[in-house]
């Protein structure tokens, strides 16, 4: 019984960590956290962090893990069941600029931010940052697909495009009107009506 308080309290201090991480890392970057600064942020002890996570590589790859879950659970979940293709893209636009309005991450889009902070690096946390960006290319290009875009893969590059581009101008300017320009130039990459099909896939 007291082992399995401990591992609960555990499981609770490594989400929490890991998502102060992942909010802390839009503003100054994920190589910025330190031990200090993230015990600060949770009240947890910096021996305690490194007793629940291992090293503080550890905890920038959970803070990565920890942004996929909020992406998903923001912006993918909710557009989950619309239909694929189409239908599926628009939902997703729309998700994605409630995502940036609600401020689920204090400096923007964590995506947006780890890619270009990432870019030119190696290891662990490099390669959870590029399997993250690639996930989401990898959506979009399979509902642009399903939705009959002649080339999938130069649509799901102008739309990211796009998002990254709005996502800079509101984080430097506070223009928050570029995330409506982004949403309607993505959106004439996406085919009018109902364009897709009614079969679900796995959500991611």
């Given at each position: ?19 102060a ?6 503003v ?16 947890a002890?910096k ?41 599926r ?10 995502y940036l ?19 030119h690096?190696?290891g662990r ?21 399903t ?14 495009a796009?998002?990254?581009a ?39």
């Amino acid at each position: 019984m007291a082992t399995d308080g401990r591992r609960e309290r555990g499981d609770r201090t490594r989400q929490r960590a890991a998502r102060a991480a992942a909010r802390m890392a839009t503003v100054g970057g994920l190589d910025a956290i330190t031990l200090g600064g993230l015990a600060e942020a949770t009240g947890a002890s910096k021996s305690g962090l490194l007793a629940v996570f291992g090293t503080r590589e550890d905890i920038l790859v959970a803070a990565v893990a920890e942004a996929r879950t909020l992406y998903v659970e923001h912006v993918v979940a909710p557009a989950w069941g619309e239909r694929a293709g189409a239908p599926r893209l628009r939902a997703l636009l729309d998700r994605w600029v409630d995502y940036l309005r609600a401020e689920v991450f204090p400096g923007g889009c964590f995506v947006a931010a780890s890619s270009a902070e990432y870019g030119h690096r190696e290891g662990r946390v490099a390669d959870a940052v590029r399997a993250l960006k690639r996930e989401w290319l990898d959506l979009l290009e399979r509902d642009l697909a399903t939705a009959g875009v002649p080339d999938p893969g130069e649509a799901a590059f102008r739309i990211d495009a796009y998002l990254v581009a709005a996502n800079t101008r509101r984080e430097l300017f506070g223009d928050d009107a570029a995330l409506d320009t982004a949403r309607r130039l993505a959106g004439e990459l996406v085919p009018a009506g109902v364009t897709g099909t009614g079969r679900k896939r796995r959500q991611p």
